[in-house]
């Protein structure tokens, strides 16, 4: 164990994240202790692990006089990259984002060590699968990946695709145009859009069909050539949309399919197209299957002990006996049961 001292500079602060939050992943991470002084910062660990850090804050202060200002959501990320691979540094990280991110608003990098296998599926596979919960970024980083792609030449379209189903609820007739009609359902796509590029610049995309955004049933009988082509929301297909889906890719491009499948709004979430194509494709050449968890989740923190909140009450829910999950059906049978029926008052 060796004992080594960094010097505190001016804007150096940044980097603790709040409440110090960045020096404990470090600590907890790279099993090191961090004590913060007044002119100094004492790192006690390995000399292998103490050298990670001081290249952790080399690297920052690098970064910073070059006017490279990371925000503490992007920081963490990739502290929690850094920590769990030693070949990675803060400077490959950002210079990666940078080459990602040619062009758009702002710097795209994968926040954690799910998200760096799933960008580096996009760009290595014909076709990806990101599943997960919500708030992973797996719609997000696939948009930011088309949007890359496009600026760099390597497709010359984007197509956006999702399944037009309610979220639980019956909208009935919408008034306007068929683009109108389809609208509230994809925009999630446009956010995703508008937040990475110039909304001018979007807005030409689209009236040039540059970007084509559409409902899924659009897309039979098409051959998408040279596009970068995303399903989102691809748990509320069914098995036949998925097969349509799937078989319409054409030459130079690739597609990315997202979803979650706990959140299924079909009638029979056992016949979602998304499940059936994990058995069917698994092991194809040219396909990846990402799987995202609860510590993924870039949103809210309260967001991600929702999801753990579900995920454990949906285990409790399977493990129950059957006696326990039984209900009265209408004609007085027991759901799931073989018992008698239930006298009915007189």
């Known amino acids: 164990m060796i004992k080594q001292s960094i010097e505190i500079t001016p804007g150096i602060e940044t980097l603790y994240g709040t409440h110090d939050e960045n020096l404990r992943l470090l600590e907890d991470g790279l099993h090191v202790t961090i004590d913060l002084r007044s002119d100094a910062i004492h790192v006690t660990g390995t000399p292998d692990e103490v050298a990670r850090v001081e290249r952790v804050f080399a690297d920052f202060e690098s970064l910073r006089k070059g006017g490279v200002n990371l925000h ?42 799910n998200q760096r296998k799933y960008v580096e599926a996009i760009e290595q596979s014909d076709m990806t699968f990101g599943l997960g919960p919500a708030g992973t970024g797996k719609t997000y980083l696939a948009v930011a990946m088309a949007v890359s792609a496009l600026l760099a030449k390597k497709v010359s379209r984007i197509i956006l695709v999702r399944p037009a189903v309610e979220a639980g609820e019956k909208l009935g007739f919408l008034p306007g145009s068929l683009q109108e009609k389809v609208d509230p359902y994809l925009r999630p796509l446009y956010d995703a859009l508008y937040d990475l590029v110039d909304p001018i610049k979007i807005d030409k995309m ?13 897309m039979r009988g098409r051959t998408l050539n040279d596009a970068f082509i995303i399903m989102d929301e691809a748990q509320n297909t069914t098995t036949e949309q998925m097969k349509m889906f799937v ?26 197209g998304l499940l059936e194509a994990l058995h069917v494709l698994d092991g194809v050449e040219g396909i990846r299957f990402c799987h995202f968890e609860d510590v993924d989740v870039v949103r809210h923190h309260l967001v ?7 995920d454990s009450y949906g285990r409790a829910q399977q493990e129950l006996p059957l006696s326990m999950g039984d209900n009265v059906m209408p004609d007085g049978t027991m759901n799931g049961s073989k018992s008698k029926p239930v006298a009915k008052p007189q």
């Open 304 to 310: 991600q002990r929702i999801v753990r909140a579900y």
């Open 72 to 113: 503490n959501g992007e920081l963490n990320g990739m502290l929690k990259l850094l920590v769990t691979d030693p070949s990675v540094t803060l400077k490959s990280l950002v210079d990666s984002g940078k080459q990602r991110s040619a062009g758009t608003k702002r710097m795209v990098n994968p926040r954690s060590p």
């Open 206 to 218: 689209l009236e040039t069909n540059v970007i084509e955004i559409a409902p899924l049933a659009f």
């Open 247 to 272: 078989t319409r890719l054409g030459n130079n491009s690739r597609a990315v399919i997202t979803g979650d499948l706990t959140q299924t709004d079909l009638p029979n979430p056992k016949k979602s």
